[in-house]
C-alpha cells in the first residue's frame, strides 16, 4: 500500500502547477501549502514542497525549503549557474531532485541520442525544440540537456514558439546518404506531473543529496 503524504505546490496556478495538484489528488495526497501570485495558503508544513514557479522568484523559493525543512522538487526551468551552485549547497541539508523536464521518454531519448552519438560521432547533429507560445526561455531546459551529450562539438538549437505544443525535441543525425532522427513528443503536461509524482516518491525515502530525474528513473544509492 501506497503511503499517504502531505506536499506543497509553489506556482500553484501554473500550467504545470495545476497538473501537479490533479495528479496528486488521484492518490490521495494532501495538499497543504500552495504558493502563487494570489499569495500563500498554508494549512499545515508540508512533507516536500515542489516548485513549479519561474527563476525569478528562486530566492524567495528557497527560503521556504530552510523553513520547512523539507525535500525539494524543482522543474523550474532556465536556472543560471548560481542559482544551480545554490541548490548543490542546499542538498547538504535537504534532498533535492532538479530537473528541466520529469518525462520518462526524453530520459529514454538520451539514452538514445548517447549512444548514436558514440556509434556515429563523424554525422553532422543539430536539435529542434518546440513549445506553446508562452514559454520564454529558448532554447528550453531540455535542449540544453541534450546539447550537453555533445561535449565534443557545438550542436545548434533550433527553436520554435507554437500554438500550444506542450513540448517537443528531436534529435536529428544526418550521414551523406541518410538522416537518422530521435523524436519524443509530449502529449500532455500531465506526463511531467506523473514524472514529479515519481520524483517525491523516490526523494522521501533519500538522505540529504543532489539528484536529477535520471538518477529517480534508473536509480542511485548514493547523492551526486
Request: glycine share 6%; hydrophobic share 40%; net charge negative.
Amino acid at each position: 500500500m501506497e503511503k499517504k503524504f502531505s506536499y506543497g505546490v509553489i506556482g500553484s496556478t501554473g500550467r504545470l502547477g495545476i497538473e501537479v495538484i490533479n495528479v496528486f489528488s488521484e492518490k490521495h495526497h494532501r495538499l497543504v501549502y500552495t504558493r502563487s501570485i494570489e499569495g500563500d495558503k498554508n494549512e499545515e508544513n508540508p512533507q516536500i514542497l515542489i516548485d513549479c514557479s519561474l527563476p525569478d522568484a528562486f530566492e524567495t523559493n528557497l527560503s521556504l525549503v530552510h523553513e520547512f525543512k523539507v525535500p525539494l522538487i524543482i522543474a523550474v526551468t532556465n536556472l543560471n549557474e548560481q542559482q544551480l551552485e545554490k541548490l548543490q549547497k542546499l542538498s547538504s541539508d535537504v534532498p533535492v531532485v532538479q530537473s528541466y523536464n520529469f518525462s520518462i521518454g526524453i530520459q529514454i531519448l538520451l539514452k538514445l541520442a548517447s549512444a548514436a552519438k558514440d556509434i556515429i560521432p563523424e554525422w553532422d547533429v543539430e536539435i529542434e525544440e518546440v513549445h506553446h507560445r508562452f514559454k520564454l526561455d529558448k532554447p528550453s531546459g531540455t535542449a540544453k540537456m541534450i546539447k550537453q551529450l555533445f561535449t565534443e562539438k557545438d550542436v545548434p538549437v533550433s527553436s520554435l514558439r507554437l500554438g500550444n505544443v506542450p513540448g517537443d525535441h528531436t534529435v536529428y543525425f544526418g550521414g551523406l546518404g541518410e538522416v537518422l532522427s530521435i523524436k519524443h513528443s509530449a502529449i500532455s503536461r500531465r506526463t511531467f506531473a506523473e514524472g514529479i509524482l515519481r520524483s517525491a516518491e523516490f526523494i522521501l525515502k533519500k538522505k540529504n543529496g543532489f539528484y536529477n530525474f535520471t538518477d529517480v528513473i534508473f536509480g542511485t544509492d548514493q547523492p551526486q
